[in-house]
C-alpha cells in the first residue's frame, strides 16, 4: 500500500490474501470469495456513507407495503442495494453463483422476517451472506455490517448449474454448525469501514483507506481480553427473560458481586456486528437469551451468530446456547432459524457457565 506522510506502511487485503495462499496453497479455492466480499464490502460502505444523500425516503417503493416513515423506506431500499451489491460481486468472479433468489427461501414459518440472505456456491465451497445486518439503525448513522460464512462442499454436485433439486441439495448442505467453517468475518460500517476476518487461524481485521480505497491490515492476529467490563444485551426484554441462570448471573454483575467484584458497564447498539465488534475488541459478553417475546431469541443462527461465533472462537472467546453447549456445534435445521446466543471473553464466559450449569434450586 502506498504510505503518505509518514504513515506507518501497510499491507493491503489482496496483498495479504495472496500471500496467505502462496503460505497455505489449500486456501487458494476461498480466496475468489474473498476478493468478491471485499469489493462488495468497499460498494456498500459507500452506499452506507452516501445513504442520507441519494435515498430519497419520501418516494414510495414499490415493494413495500409500509412506508409511514420515511426509515423504514430507505432501510429497505438499503438492505435490497446491499444485497444486489453482494451477488453482483459473487457472480462477478465467474464461479461462484446464488443457490435460490432469497424470496424462494419463503420455506420458512411465514412469520419469519425474510431478509435478504443469500446462499452461495461455487465447486469447492458454500457461503452464506448477510448483506446489511442491523439496516433499521442506518438512518440514525449508527453502525450496520455484512456477515459472511464459508463452508467446505460436503459432495459435489450431480451437476454445475443449478436446478431446482440442486438448490434443495445445496440449501441441506449449508446447514452446518459454525465448527465446520472454512473462514467468516464480518464488515463494519461505522466511524470506519473495518472488514474482520478469519481463515481459521487467528483473526485480522483490515481498515478501508478511503484515500486508496483499499482494505490495509491494522488489527493483526486480535485476540479478545480474557475478561471485560462490559455486558451488551437489549435490556427490554428483561421482564421476559426465561434463563434463571443468566438473570442471577446479570444481577449479581451489577451489583459487582460478580468474580472481578467490579460492577459492570451496560452497552447496546442493537446492530449485531456492532456489538460483536466492541466485544472482540474491549472484551466483555454478548447476549440474546430466550425471552417470552421472542423465545428464541432475534437473531438468525446461520448467517449471523455461527459466523461471528467463529470469529469469536478464533480470537480465543467462546460462544453458547443457553445450556452452555458450545455454540460451534449447533447445526442449524432451517435457513432463518434463530437461537438464543451468548458470547464473549473467556473469563466472562466461564463466569456465566457456572451460572447456567447451576440446576434452578441451588
Ligand atoms: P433487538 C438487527 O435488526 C439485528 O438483527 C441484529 O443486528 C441486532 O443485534 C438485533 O437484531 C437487535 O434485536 O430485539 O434488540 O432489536
Known sequence: ASSSGGQKRRITLTRFLSQYVKDHPEYKTLKNIYLAVQMACKTISQLVNR???????TEQDEGSSDFSDGRYYSMKRLDKL?????????????????????????????????????I?????????????????NQDAGICTGTIFGVYDRPEPLQQDTSSEEDDQHLLENILQPARNM???????????????????????????????????LTHENVTIPQRGNVYSCNEAHSEGWQN???????RNLKLGLGESKKQY????????????HRTLLYGGIFAYP??????????????????????????????????????????????HQKSPCFMGSPRDMDELNSYLKKKPSQ
Request: net charge negative; glycine share 10%.
Open 51 to 57: 445513504a442520507g444523500l441519494v435515498l430519497d425516503t
Open 82 to 118: 446491499s444485497t444486489t451489491v453482494m451477488k453482483n460481486a459473487l457472480k462477478f468472479t465467474g464461479t461462484v453463483q446464488m443457490v435460490v433468489p432469497e424470496a424462494k427461501m419463503g420455506s420458512e414459518k411465514p412469520e419469519e422476517h425474510q431478509p435478504g440472505v443469500l
Open 120 to 136: 452461495a456456491y461455487d465447486k469447492h465451497h458454500l457461503a452464506c451472506l448477510d448483506p446489511m445486518d442491523g439496516s433499521g
Open 182 to 216: 472454512r473462514a467468516a468475518g464480518y464488515c463494519i460500517y461505522s466511524s470506519a469501514t473495518v472488514l474482520v476476518l478469519t481463515l481459521g487461524e487467528g483473526v485480522y481485521g483490515f481498515t478501508l483507506d478511503p484515500q486508496i480505497n483499499e482494505f490495509v
Open 244 to 250: 434463571e441462570g443468566w438473570k442471577q448471573y446479570l
Open 265 to 276: 458497564a451496560h452497552r447496546y447498539v442493537g446492530s449485531m456486528v456492532g456489538d460483536i
Open 290 to 335: 430466550s425471552c417470552t417475546q421472542r423465545m428464541q431469541g432475534n437473531l438468525q443462527l446461520l448467517y449471523k451468530t455461527s459466523p461471528l461465533a467463529f470469529v469469536v472462537d478464533q480470537a480465543g472467546g467462546k460462544a453458547m446456547d443457553e445450556d452452555g453447549n458450545d455454540l460451534l456445534d449447533k447445526k442449524p435445521e432451517r435457513i
